[in-house]
């Protein structure tokens, strides 16, 4: 099949229904040696204060030989335009989409219409699609259920499954295999330790090494915002493609998603938050109203290039976490 580079949840059910493999380029791009394909991009003329995951996806798009791929230019990061416009030079087709800011199910209709049009694929092989994935986001469900009910899955293993959901690895069968596999694996698993339950908000980190810290010091991070909006926590209770990616929080205001925090913090007994936050990203702004809405310890942190966290980094997390387990008793 050929492949679709996207940089970040689009309907997927569109691209695979008209035959093509999509590929999160952020997800290749952390597979791979990232922090030479930022410096490659940094070869090439991109600025050092410039957002890593843009360098990233830049440089391995083209070591991918993507030759097409899907920009979100409303919903998603500010500095696609002009991503997808070197890109474009490259001789890359770009196929736009934008999600609008208000929600609006005329314009979120008209915009998969136009996607549709653009892939040659029709309404009723995207809701056939849809219904296929809808099966195995549900057993991703179960998967994070399983993180924070039963105690049973690590917060890497629930950042991998859920943030695989944005496009299936390319093969949705291959994948789905890989998830029933895990679940038989962890059926007899016993409940894992832990002092401190975090939840993590925002962009997926860069940094590699986050969740086997928090748990090496006793916390577990048994909720990952974003990436579970990926699995599209809320499909499968018979609505359309347009109201399923309405109800996708992560491209709309900050306040969508806050109210949804604020219930998976109750719901998963949460004592603390991390927000991750990318630098020379607009979303760092948004640490100000987290911080005014969410009635629980924050922990912010920044993140630049790809690779292991740092020491002061390190510090701040385990003074965090300290924190919390004096703040409990535990």
């Known amino acids: 099949?050929?492949?679709?580079?996207?940089?970040?949840?689009?309907?997927?059910?569109?691209?695979?229904?008209?035959?093509?493999?999509?590929?999160?380029?952020?997800?290749l791009f952390m597979s791979r040696d990232s922090l030479h394909l930022v410096h490659q991009a940094e070869i090439q003329g991109f600025p050092r204060n410039l957002c890593a995951w843009?360098?990233?996806?830049?440089?391995?798009?083209?070591?991918?030989?993507?030759?097409?791929?899907?920009?979100?230019?409303?919903?998603?990061?500010?500095?696609?335009?002009?991503?997808?416009?070197?890109?474009s030079l490259e001789g890359v087709r770009v196929i736009p989409f934008a999600y609008p800011y208000d929600?609006?199910?005329?314009?979120?209709?008209?915009?998969?219409?136009?996607?549709?049009?653009s892939l040659g694929c029709s309404w009723e092989s995207a809701l056939a699609m849809k219904e296929r994935l809808d099966a195995i986001r549900l057993k991703v469900h179960r998967i994070d259920r399983m993180t924070w009910d039963?105690?049973?899955?690590?917060?890497?293993?629930?950042?991998?499954?859920?943030?695989?959901?944005?496009?299936?690895?390319?093969?949705?069968?291959s994948f789905e295999a890989q998830v029933d596999q895990f679940l038989d694996e962890i059926c007899t698993r016993?409940?894992?330790?832990e002092k401190i339950r975090l939840g993590f908000i925002g962009v997926p980190p860069i940094f590699t090494d986050l969740y086997s810290l928090v748990e090496s010091l006793e916390g577990r991070i048994?909720?990952?915002?974003?990436?579970?909006?990926?699995?599209?926590?809320?499909?499968?209770?018979?609505?359309?493609?347009?109201?399923q990616y309405r109800r996708y929080t992560y491209p709309y205001d900050v306040f969508a998603?806050?109210?949804?925090?604020?219930?998976?913090?109750?719901?998963?007994?949460?004592?603390?938050?991390?927000?991750?936050?990318?630098s020379f990203c607009f979303h760092r702004l948004e640490d100000l109203i987290v911080r005014k809405s969410i009635n629980l310890p924050v922990?912010?942190?920044?993140?630049?290039?790809?690779?292991?966290i740092d020491a002061r980094t390190r510090i701040r997390i385990e003074s965090f976490l300290q924190v919390l387990k004096e703040r409990k008793g535990a």
Do not use: W
């Open 1 to 27: 099949m050929p492949k679709i580079g996207i940089t970040t949840t689009v309907p997927l059910e569109i691209i695979l229904a008209a035959g093509y493999a999509p590929v999160d380029l952020n997800n």
């Open 54 to 87: 843009i360098k990233g996806i830049y440089s391995v798009a083209l070591q991918e030989g993507i030759s097409q791929m899907v920009a979100v230019t409303q919903g998603d990061c500010s500095n696609t335009q002009a991503l997808i416009e070197m890109l």
């Open 103 to 117: 929600r609006d199910e005329e314009l979120l209709r008209l915009q998969m219409e136009r996607f549709l049009k």
């Open 150 to 173: 039963e105690g049973v899955v690590s917060g890497f293993e629930n950042h991998y499954y859920q943030v695989s959901c944005s496009d299936m690895q390319g093969d949705p069968e």
């Open 190 to 193: 016993e409940r894992m330790p």
């Open 222 to 243: 048994v909720f990952n915002e974003v990436q579970r909006q990926f699995s599209m926590p809320a499909c499968g209770q018979g609505e359309d493609l347009v109201e």
């Open 257 to 278: 998603r806050i109210a949804d925090i604020r219930e998976q913090l109750a719901v998963r007994r949460i004592d603390g938050l991390i927000h991750y936050v990318q």
């Open 299 to 308: 922990l912010t942190l920044e993140g630049d290039n790809p690779g292991r």
